[in-house]
């Protein structure tokens, strides 16, 4: 059955909403004039870690992190 | 087992209602959102059981429509970090619907509108503030007020023109060497991002 519906291109390619608008939410911020972008970007900083559970025992974690790395001294 | 169905039906009735705050006006008076068709046709079918409660019965019943049509528009804009307009009347809003710049004037009739990257104007008086908005919805309710979600969302004058540029040439040289599907995807929404920033500065 062909698709009745137009899509857009970007779910045509497989793209979610969500990640297009955060495309688009990122290069925007990406154009912005310094204090606001340096502002920006510091907001939309993450920092989690993931790790995926076999055998009741949780597997090596994955660490997704914007922090600055901080030294011991 | 459905002789059992109403006696079930009925306790977990009165045991929500011992529970919810609109229980005492749920005993005393009909919700005005109860389905009579169904209703009706349930009794048809099992005349003996009461007809079970739907979802909608639940509910509040949706703000009342004024009769006139309001002299201003309630615009509520959020951004997942602010809430950059709560509540604020105005005359008029223009939105960067993906079906085009629409205007909303008080009394628009309920729409849910999708946004691409444009312009927003908010009209009071001989006011006029803009944003660049980079996606999101709008919500246009039946009590003229307006609901606008976006996920970023800048006063013009913090636009950096020449990175605009920059990025309208990178990306429509990503779009003419993409290969894949997703690379074509993504070069294309640069292209249009950056394009609508483009157009946003210099209009």
Known sequence: ?73 | MLRQASRLISRSVTAASSKSVTARAFSTELPSTIDSTFVESWKKVAPNMDPPRTPSSFMKPRPSTASSIPTKLTVNFVLPYASELSGKEVDMVIIPATTGQMGVLPGHVPTIAELKPGIMSVHEGTDIKKYFVSSGFAFLHANSVADIIAVEAVPLENIDASQVQKGLVEFTQKLASASTDLEKAEAQIGVEVHSAMNAALSG
């Not at chain 1, 291109?9 to 912005?32: D, E, H, P, Q």
């Not at chain 1, 907001?43 to 030294?71: C, N, Y």
């Open chain 1, 1 to 73: 059955m062909a698709s009745s519906a137009a899509v857009p291109f970007w779910r045509a390619a497989g793209m979610t909403y969500i990640t297009y608008s955060n495309i688009c939410a990122n290069l925007v911020r990406k154009c912005l004039k310094e204090p606001f972008k340096a502002e920006s970007m510091n907001r939309e900083k993450v920092h989690f870690s993931l790790s995926k559970w076999a055998d009741g025992k949780p597997q090596k974690p994955v660490l997704r992190s914007d922090a600055p790395e901080v030294s011991d001294f």
